[in-house]
């Protein structure tokens, strides 16, 4: 079937360091994709998000970029802070499912001090 | 303006048992998913109302049942509980027009033991 799975389950970065988080997604016909945080005893909560139209997308430290080619997503976070610490997931939703979301198995950020 | 509430935020079960679990989306939002998250794992949908309908449902079983009331919350409803159900059971809305922008509440962690 189709899903969407993370390569890496788990990344350790220094403090003040840039993370970089990838994605690998399996349903050619997904044609929107979202990056998910999810802090322990917290539901997900929206990071950015990136239409299939774009291959690049910034938010405020995030930026998300997507090869279509090789079916590959990445999350880029720069300065990495304490608070960054958190399950990061990627998520895709193809027009058709409305609201169906399919998440990969997470991977989570350790930041050093 | 408060976003996604879900009751209770723990709860214990013996198997064989049935539990009803509690969902009131953000203000404003008349769309509610349901998921699965498994320890380690992505969340998985379960389904997803609008309108008091079931509109779509992801590959869990018939004993996975749910309902939404006129002012848009929700309950999902499991029978027959197995020791796998245990998991974190998120509920997310959203506007049915909205397309993939769901708000996560901080989900009910439901044990069977």
């Known amino acids: 079937g189709e899903s969407v799975g993370l390569h890496l389950p788990t990344l350790s970065v220094q403090e003040g360091d840039n993370s970089i988080i990838n994605c690998a997604y399996s349903n050619s016909a997904s044609d929107y994709f979202i990056w998910y945080k999810q802090e322990s005893g917290k539901g997900p909560q929206f990071i950015i998000d990136?239409?299939?139209?774009?291959d690049k997308r910034q938010g405020q430290r995030v930026t998300v970029l997507l090869n279509k080619t090789v079916k590959h997503l990445s999350l880029q976070i720069a300065a990495t802070q304490p608070g960054d610490s958190a399950v990061y997931f990627c998520a895709e939703i193809w027009s058709g499912a409305n609201s169906k979301l399919t998440f990969g198995k997470g991977i989570t950020l350790s930041v050093r001090p | 303006d408060a976003g996604v509430t879900q009751s209770p935020t723990h709860l214990i079960k013996t198997r064989g048992q049935q539990v009803t679990l509690r969902c009131s989306p953000k203000?404003?939002?008349?769309?509610v998913s349901w998921y699965q998250q498994a320890l380690g794992q992505g969340p998985q949908f379960i389904f997803q109302y609008y309108e008091e309908e079931e509109r779509q449902r992801g590959n869990f079983p018939d004993r996975f049942s749910g309902h939404q009331f006129p002012n848009y919350s929700s309950e999902l409803n499991v029978n027959a509980l197995l020791l796998g159900d245990s998991a974190l059971y998120l509920c997310a809305s959203s506007l049915v027009y909205g397309g993939a922008f769901l708000h996560f509440g901080n989900g009910t962690r439901l044990t069977v033991t």
């Open positions: 203000s404003g939002h008349d769309t």
């Open positions: 990136i239409r299939s139209n774009m």
